[in-house]
Structures are given as structure tokens and as C-alpha cells.
């Protein structure tokens, strides 16, 4: 891969992108000689700081890749209120992200995402055609599933009578609130459907851990059903946030990007 020295200067520097919707959306590139560049997506409730987000840029880094990860609208430096759902919101700012460097004369070659993140990833594909190598890092399959455990019992009908759901920290705060329009739009994705919308060439990765407790390792044999050109990689013990497996999750992920950095520059 091109590289201005034979050892790159390695830096990190704070960027604030405006989304459409005129919000900043603040990320930290890691700048390391490249001119390709990859873009880190978190999930639900986490932020750019997110041990995975952190720990994928290092290794990516270290590789002499460039990444950029960053907060989505709402969430951690990211302006603007966070929702529940409002999956669209976050291809949206992908999209930003994705045209920020693009109009720097750089070129994203991948878009990896985490668990929420990873949905956003699929549907970015399924909307856009012009990032050819997704990572998929414990994503869910059916958007419909998890809800009863997240919200409790009878969810449906007691967000119809209140018009929302309150979610509580462990000391009893009150974290963010689930609304009745945030909720119906978790539940009007249908990502078998998206996924038939994603160009065939687009080259996929998931990675899901068989002892995750939050979204089933099920999901992850279900997007390998129907995604042509994908590679799929159970880690063995790993839970959602692979608490021990980062280093593990990060040479899968390096591999694969490496991979299609190699083709990028032949």
C-alpha cells in the first residue's frame, strides 16, 4: 500500500463532521499515510471511546491503515438528541462521513460496525453502492428479536398506553427513553430484505461470538445463508463485547481488511 515514508508519521487528530441535518458528528482519525481509509461504527449506547472502536483503530494503525472512528448523532461528542431505532439517522451520518472524505480526496474502502453499528453498516450498503468491503461485528438479523429482554413484558401495549418506555441505570436513573415512533422504526426493518438489496460483489465479513447473550450466534448463520460474498468467523467463548477475545476480534478484522487493501493496490 502507497505510504508517504517508509515509517509513517502515526497521528490522531479530532475531526467534526456536519451531518445533514447540520449536527456535528466527532470522530478521531487515525491518520497513518494512507490515502484508503476505513470507517469504525459503534453501537447501541457506546460511543467512538468503545474498547472495540478503540482497539480495531490501534490495529488497523499499527498495520499502517487509516481509520476514523466517530459518534453518531446523539451519542458520546455527537450532537443532537440520542433515540432508540432511527436506524436511516445513522446511515444518514455514515453517508456524511463517507462524502467528508471522499471530498478530501480520500477513499473509504470499508465500513465496519458493531452490533447496532452493524445494522447501519448493512443498510448503508443496501442504500449506497460505493463502499465494496463491510464488516459485520455481532449484528442482528431480525430487528424484531431482543426487544422483550431490553423493554420487559407486554412492551407493545404499555408504549401504546404511555407513549414511551423508560430504560434505568443500575442506580436507578433514568438512561434514555424508548418513544412509540423509535420503537415502530426498529421494527419496520426487514434485514433479509435489505440484505437482497446489497450489490453481489460487495465483500462481507461477520463475526459474531457463540456466547453472546444479547444478540444469538443464530443471527450471524443467517446473514451467511444469504449474503454471496461473505466470510463468516465464530469466535469460540466470546461474548457481545468479546471482553475476552479484542485481540482475537482485531486480527480477524485486520486480515480482512488487509485483504482487500492488497487487491486496492495491485
Not at 40 to 60: F, N, P, V, W, Y
Request: aromatic share 8%; with cysteine; hydrophobic share 40%.
Amino acid at each position: 500500500m502507497a505510504q508517504t515514508s517508509q515509517n509513517p508519521p502515526f497521528q490522531q487528530k479530532k475531526v467534526i463532521i456536519p451531518n445533514k441535518c447540520g449536527n456535528k458528528l466527532v470522530g478521531i482519525l487515525h491518520e497513518a499515510g494512507t490515502k484508503d481509509i476505513v470507517i469504525l461504527c459503534h453501537g447501541l449506547r457506546a460511543s467512538k471511546e468503545d474498547i472495540i472502536m478503540t482497539q480495531l483503530a490501534a490495529a488497523l494503525e499499527n498495520a499502517g491503515i487509516s481509520s476514523f472512528r466517530f459518534d453518531f448523532t446523539g451519542n458520546g461528542e455527537g450532537e443532537g438528541s440520542f433515540e432508540f431505532g432511527i436506524y436511516w439517522r445513522e446511515v444518514d451520518d455514515i453517508h456524511s462521513v463517507a462524502q467528508y472524505f471522499h471530498e478530501a480526496n480520500r477513499r473509504v474502502v470499508a465500513i465496519i460496525g458493531h452490533s447496532k453499528g452493524a445494522s447501519a453498516v448493512l443498510l448503508y450498503a443496501s442504500k449506497y453502492h460505493d463502499i465494496k468491503t463491510v464488516a459485520n461485528l455481532s449484528g442482528r438479523y431480525d430487528l424484531k428479536a431482543g426487544l422483550e429482554n431490553l423493554l420487559g413484558k407486554n412492551f407493545m401495549e404499555r408504549i401504546r398506553k404511555e407513549g414511551f418506555i423508560e430504560l434505568k441505570t443500575k442506580s436507578g436513573s433514568v438512561d434514555y427513553r424508548v418513544t412509540e415512533e423509535s420503537l415502530k422504526d426498529r421494527l419496520s426493518i426487514d434485514m433479509h430484505e435489505t440484505c437482497m438489496q446489497i450489490d453481489k460483489e460487495c465483500k462481507f465479513l461477520t463475526v459474531h461470538g457463540d456466547a453472546d447473550a444479547i444478540i444469538p450466534v443464530g443471527d450471524a448463520f443467517e446473514f451467511a445463508k444469504i449474503l454471496p460474498n461473505h466470510k463468516l468467523h465464530i469466535v469460540e467463548g466470546a461474548d457481545h463485547l468479546y471482553t475476552h477475545h479484542l485481540p482475537e476480534l482485531a486480527s480477524i478484522v485486520l486480515d480482512f481488511v488487509k485483504e482487500t487493501f492488497a487487491k486496492e493496490q495491485v
